[in-house]
């Protein structure tokens, strides 16, 4: 059912400082920032070979990273995303366990145009995870 890390997100609260820091420091790929009003996030993806960096920034009012950034200033890691192949299957096995999906608990539709979920970080150790459905003929992209 678990699949690869899809990618790492770290929130931040300057983006266009993160950018500049991943692209002109560490020479890596960083794709345009996307506005996600759905998610109250401004995301850009850093390429590494084996996985992605997401750097979150808040977006709008009500942005789910804004208390997180309060408590972290400088920014910091935030959750880890895995590909599953099927996501409600995921979902209905993990809360059938006892786990929290936050929201309502229905897929939205993520950076990448797959569904996604968020699962509660006091029910995976502490650790905010994401599950992203990639199909399997995805998965080599
Ligand atoms: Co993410």
Same mark, same amino acid.
């Given at each position: 059912m678990l699949g690869r890390v899809n990618h790492i997100a770290i929130a931040v609260p300057d983006l =266009? $400082? $993160?950018?500049?820091?991943? *692209?002109?420091?560490? *020479? =890596?790929?960083?794709? $345009?920032?996307?506005?996600?009003p759905e998610h109250g996030v &401004?995301?850009?993806?850093?390429?590494?070979?084996? &996985? *992605?960096?997401?750097?979150?920034?808040?977006?709008g009012e009500a942005s789910p990273i804004a208390a997180?950034?309060? *408590?972290?200033?400088?920014?910091?890691?935030?959750?880890?995303c895995y590909d599953v192949e099927d996501l409600v299957d995921a979902r209905d096995r993990l809360t059938a366990m006892g786990a929290r999906v936050l929201g309502n608990g229905e897929p939205k539709i993520g950076a990448h145009g797959n569904p996604v979920l968020f699962l509660h970080p006091k029910?995976?150790?502490?650790t905010l995870i994401e599950l992203e459905e990639v199909p399997p003929s995805a998965e080599n992209m």
């Open positions: =266009a $400082a $993160a950018v500049k820091a991943y *692209r002109d420091g560490f *020479r =890596a790929s960083v794709s $345009a920032p996307q506005v996600l &401004t995301v850009v993806f850093v390429d590494a070979p084996n &996985t *992605r960096i997401e750097l979150l920034e808040p977006y997180f950034l309060e *408590r972290n200033p400088s920014g910091g890691l935030h959750h880890i029910d995976f150790q502490g």
